[in-house]
Nanobody, 122 residues
Framework: QVQLVESGGGLVQAGGSLRLSCAAS????????MGWFRQAPGAEREFVAA????????YYRDSVKGRFTISRDNAKNMVYLQMNSLKPEDTAGYYC???????????????WGLGTQVTVSS
């Protein structure tokens, strides 16, 4: 079973950037599709981005397309989320997740980190 730990969150002004990192341990991430999700207070958790095992394909929710980039380094067992042009509505807890199913299927994710907080001020 894989363990996931997120880092890189913080407070940033609108228009700024942050890079989230997800460190995996316990198993190599080459066997997992990897994704990022977020949850704002009082809201449902929502899919943000995902990357396939090889890194060849990526998926994004519409509201972050062109601003966020997901990537993975299988040799380092790491996954990243580069977030540019941040908006106040991006404020949320961000969670790294892993799936043995299709990376594009949000409901398939089985393993979760504890999250890192991103706050975007206007």
């Amino acid at each position: 079973q894989v363990q996931l730990v997120e880092s890189g969150g913080g407070l940033v002004q609108a228009g700024g950037s942050l890079r989230l990192s997800c460190a995996a341990s316990g198993r190599t991430i080459t066997t997992y599709g990897m994704g990022w999700f977020r949850q704002a207070p009082g809201a449902e958790r929502e899919f943000v981005a995902a990357v396939t095992r090889s890194g060849a394909s990526t998926y994004y929710r519409d509201s972050v397309k062109g601003r966020f980039t997901i990537s993975r380094d299988n040799a380092k067992n790491m996954v990243y989320l580069q977030m540019n042009s941040l908006k106040p509505e991006d404020t949320a807890g961000y969670y790294c997740a892993a799936t043995t199913g299709p990376a594009s299927m949000a409901s398939s994710y089985q393993y979760w980190g504890l999250g890192t907080q991103v706050t975007v001020s206007s």
